[in-house]
């Protein structure tokens, strides 16, 4: 059963909240330390007094509401998602899947461009925010696109395609991966391609390949705890706001295009989702549940959007050994979070990849 959803968190819990913030207990920081020890203790404080004194969440809770949500259980487990058609009957249906440390949110910006030819599906995945928690273990990369399948069988799409980055990535090739029939094709902005011997590559994808193996040597610390201990690190999360605020912060600092700034009150939207429904363990649990490196055969077509300033660039000669590669983008702007950052150019290279695909198929 599909039910339509309002968001209406209690005022309890904003004024727990407030209060939370307003008993931080800071810790000290060496002087002239900026990054070289983490997030900067001045920058913080000023982000949790806006939050506490400025963010205003009811004024964007009012804005979330004007979209179409709705709940529905798979496998037992709670799903929300937004469910905004085009006003072309017979579009397309896009599933949009967000990633860590990210939400729904991240395609606000892309509804109104895209539903113009696309019907657009934006769940939450099982854990994160108001699909979550999760109560049970296993809701991994390959179960969750087992649910997106079922989701859109029940919303009576027969065919359709995905997108998403960061996790949403894969997600959405794993959907592909399960449900070939259905799945036209699959668009991500985040596709990371490990170093292989066997293919030659130019200077500048050996270059990108070189900030991979740094990566790989050296395990985020983040990815680490969540990797394997999200129980523990999620104590301190859903119990100090000011953690929450940082833990998710420091990625959007670290992680977006300095000329691409996700704006403050997004980025508060963001991670008072993860506060307000204690999600911030059963959202790490997804890094502990999904082996990194595993993923299952894709064969369907596959579109990249390559930012200049995400985590890693994909290598092309690389990722067409594993992948049906149909369109490869190089954006000159954005960062990891590239439906908020620059979500012009990514709808557009959406909207290209998909109706090309749906012309040839024609």
Not at 39 to 55: D, I, N, V
Not at 314 to 327: F, G, K, N, T
Request: charged share 25%; net charge negative; proline share 7%.
């Amino acid at each position: 059963m599909i039910k339509p959803f309002r968001i209406d968190v209690p005022q309890a819990d904003l004024d727990d909240l407030n209060d939370r913030l307003a008993r931080t207990r800071w810790p000290n920081e060496v002087a002239g330390a900026g990054w070289d020890y983490g997030f900067p203790l001045a920058r913080l404080k000023e982000l949790a007094e806006y939050w506490r004194t400025g963010y205003d969440w009811r004024a964007h809770e009012a804005e979330l509401n004007e979209l179409p949500h709705f709940t529905t259980e798979i496998e037992g487990q709670n799903i929300h998602f937004v469910h905004v058609r085009s006003s072309n009957p017979d579009a397309l249906a896009l599933v949009l899947t967000h990633g860590w440390p990210g939400s729904f949110l991240e395609f606000l910006d892309m509804i109104e461009p895209l539903s113009r030819d696309f019907h657009l599906v934006i769940p939450s995945i099982p854990g994160f925010g108001f699909s979550g928690p999760t109560h049970e273990r296993g809701w991994d990369a390959v179960r969750v696109a087992r649910a997106w399948a079922e989701l859109m069988r029940r919303l009576g799409y027969e065919r359709y395609g995905a997108q998403g980055g960061d996790f949403g990535a894969g997600i959405s090739i794993a959907l592909g991966a399960v449900a070939p029939e259905q799945v036209v094709g699959v668009h991500v902005n985040y596709l990371p391609t490990r170093p292989d011997p066997e293919v030659e590559v130019s200077e500048a994808d050996e270059a990108r390949l070189d900030t991979v193996r740094k990566l790989m040597a050296n395990r985020p610390p983040y990815q680490a705890l969540q990797a394997l201990t999200p129980q523990t690190i999620g104590y301190a999360l859903t119990d100090s706001p000011a953690g929450q605020l940082v833990w998710i912060a420091e990625r959007f600092a670290q992680w977006t295009d300095p000329a691409t700034p996700v704006a403050d009150d997004r980025m508060l939207t963001d991670i008072s989702l993860y506060w307000l429904t204690s999600t911030a363990a059963s959202s790490g649990r997804f890094h502990h549940d999904t082996p990194r490196g595993s993923r299952l055969p894709c064969r369907v077509p596959l579109g990249v959007a390559v930012l200049p300033h995400d985590i890693t660039q994909s290598v092309r000669p690389l990722a067409e050994r594993l992948y049906d590669i149909r369109h490869w983008s190089e954006f000159e702007r954005g960062g990891h979070f590239a439906a908020m950052e620059v979500p012009d150019l990514l709808a557009e290279d959406v909207r290209d990849f998909f109706l090309t695909l749906t012309k040839d198929a024609a």
